[in-house]
Nanobody, 130 residues
Framework: QVQLVESGGGLVQAGGSLRLSCVAS????????MGWFRQAPGKEREFVAA????????VHADSVKGRFTASRNNAKSTVYLQMNSVKPEDAAVYYC???????????????????????WGQGTQVTVSS
């Protein structure tokens, strides 16, 4: 069983920056691609970013492209989401997710689907003040 724990959420001013972290248990880093999703009140969970097991390939949702960046440090079993130029519409609970695969991340839409991932964290709240 893989356990994921997110942290780093909080209150950020519009235009500001925040870095989310997701620590994975049991050394999952070597075999798992990771995803970031978010869910605002009354809305469906939506894809934000995904990163391959090696960190060599990533994909980001159009809504965050150029502002958010997914990265990872496998030595620390940690995945990050650097959020810059944050907007009010970025406010949500952010979740990390994991799937065991050595595949590259491509434009294949399956990476955007929650069903693609097998393990989920509890989420961390991001609140944006305008």
């Amino acid at each position: 069983q893989v356990q994921l724990v997110e942290s780093g959420g909080g209150l950020v001013q519009a235009g500001g920056s925040l870095r989310l972290s997701c620590v994975a248990s049991r050394g999952t880093s070597s075999s798992y691609a990771m995803g970031w999703f978010r869910q605002a009140p009354g809305k469906e969970r939506e894809f934000v970013a995904a990163i391959s097991w090696s960190g060599g390939s990533t994909v980001h949702a159009d809504s965050v492209k150029g502002r958010f960046t997914a990265s990872r440090n496998n030595a620390k079993s940690t995945v990050y989401l650097q959020m810059n130029s944050v907007k009010p519409e970025d406010a949500a609970v952010y979740y990390c997710a994991a799937v065991r695969t050595l595949s590259k991340i491509t434009a294949d839409s399956s990476w955007y689907q929650t069903a693609r991932y097998d393990y989920w964290g509890q989420g961390t709240q991001v609140t944006v003040s305008s």
